[in-house]
């Protein structure tokens, strides 16, 4: 079988895997209002695709200052903890294991959003950038709206947010994840802090590459402190330039960074890879080079199919395959692939970011349905 090694066991830090198909963090927007609580449409959603070997969460807020989307769920409040809960103790009935993704948007916000002014490294606007709320459509269709300026921050803010990213992961641990991801990429927070054209500043944040990944790697210090290395990943985007994040040096950046996390010990290095038509391609020699550099698990996701999955797993670039869409569509993914079966396809793009209830989000058809109903 052409994609036999997506089904190999694989040991993630000492976290037994039964594949190494990863379900992508895909922000869908469900969170119960007011609070931006997890809930239990939400834990049905998540327990139908233990399938995959490892889940990574829809990015999670670590603050109301770092949301930047309607309705996305939260990890700061105990009403929060308690919502995620739910998800937890389904993925694991269902024998898969799941990391909460740590979420800061930066400038990547609207006082419409959350009721505050965005903050970033510098006071820089994302040209032609906009997020949604929900203004009560009756289809539940997302409105969107212009990012807003945003203010410098202070290191009582930088403090601050390195504090918050400490206690979301603490606080993932209580509702029961099995580890955190830091979202160190796709132009929020972190990455605007990585990417010289969005971080303008000349203290010890900023003008050098050594600068530029500092707060990337001080809360990632701050995460391992509190919850153990082996439960920590870092997501990063080196060849996504969306959200007006063009930086001609963000690979060179990106490959110090690797190297500090991988000094850290950090469980994994998850590569956030373009999925459109016309993305860029990561070339091999990027691959390799990122192999040598950063010597624990590697993830790609982006756009795969199985075969290119099983090609990267053969060649040994990287460890686990990360799946987005066809995880939404497909609760049994990998079971589908395992029996060249068809894939559902998406039933309604207006409920990819939000919707009202089941529908395009827990009433996809596992395999076995749909040959009962065929």
């Not at 996809?364 to 109903?373: G, I, S």
Request: no cysteine; hydrophobic share 35%.
């Amino acid at each position: 079988m052409k994609t036999q090694a997506l089904f190999n066991p694989y040991n993630l830090s000492g976290l037994a895997l039964k594949n190494r198909f990863l379900m992508a963090p895909m922000t869908r927007s469900r969170a119960s209002q007011p609070g931006d609580v997890p809930n239990k449409l939400m834990a049905r959603y998540y327990g139908q695709r233990a399938s995959a070997g490892i889940i990574i969460t829809e990015a999670t807020q670590i603050s109301l200052q770092g949301k930047g989307y309607a309705n996305t769920p939260g990890i700061y409040t105990q009403e929060q903890i308690e919502g995620w809960k739910l998800i937890t103790n389904e993925v694991h009935k269902k024998g898969s294991k799941i990391f909460l993704q740590l979420w800061h948007v930066g400038r990547i916000s609207s006082s419409k959003v959350n009721g505050l002014q965005p903050i970033a490294p510098s006071a820089k606007i994302a040209k032609d950038t906009s997020v949604y709320i929900f203004d009560g459509a009756p289809n539940g269709d997302a409105t969107f709206v212009p990012v807003e300026t945003p203010r410098a921050m202070t290191q009582e803010d930088i403090d601050i947010t390195i504090n918050d990213f400490k206690q979301g992961a603490l606080n993932a641990i209580e509702a029961g994840f099995d580890g955190v991801e830091i979202h160190g990429g796709n132009g929020y927070l972190i990455d605007q802090f990585l990417r010289s054209n969005a971080n303008k500043r000349i203290d010890d944040y900023g003008s050098s590459k050594e600068n530029q990944v500092r707060l990337l790697m001080e809360i990632t210090q701050a995460i391992t402190d509190a919850i153990g290395q082996d439960k920590v990943g870092v997501r990063l985007a080196p060849f996504i330039k969306f959200k007006d994040m063009d930086d001609p040096e963000i690979l060179d950046t990106i490959m110090l960074a690797a190297k500090k996390l991988s000094d850290l010990d950090i469980a994994y290095l998850h590569l956030s890879e373009a999925d459109w038509d016309d993305a860029p391609i990561i070339p091999d020699d990027f691959r390799t080079h990122l192999r040598a550099t950063f010597k624990n698990t590697i993830i790609a996701t982006g756009n795969k199919t199985p075969d290119i999955g099983n090609a990267l797993l053969q060649e040994n670039l990287v460890d686990l395959i990360g799946f987005g869409r066809h995880f939404l569509t497909n609760p049994d993914y990998p079971e589908r692939v395992k029996t060249n079966a068809s894939l559902n396809e998406i039933s309604d793009n207006h409920t990819l970011f939000g919707g009202l209830g089941a529908r395009g989000y827990t009433d996809y058809p596992f395999l076995k349905e749909a040959t009962v109903n065929s």
